[in-house]
């Protein structure tokens, strides 16, 4: 994620909102648990990602 430097203010809070549960629900006759965890883990990392950037160089570099 070293070359994503800017993110959508509404998408990163969209990526926070998702849940487990919820993702289930919508997605679960397509996807397995274990795809929908995996993808967790990599929103985990994105928001970690974006979280750290702004702390670095200040929200307004980071979000739009």
Known sequence: PSSIVRCE???L???RSLSLAT???SLGEYLSR???EAMLKRRDLLVTH???L???RGEV???Y
Do not use: N
């Open 9 to 11: 203010r509404s998408l």
């Open 13 to 15: 809070d969209g990526m």
């Open 23 to 25: 993702l289930l629900e």
């Open 34 to 36: 274990p795809q929908i």
């Open 50 to 52: 974006f979280e750290q």
């Open 54 to 56: 702004a702390a670095k």
């Open 61 to 63: 570099a980071v979000f």
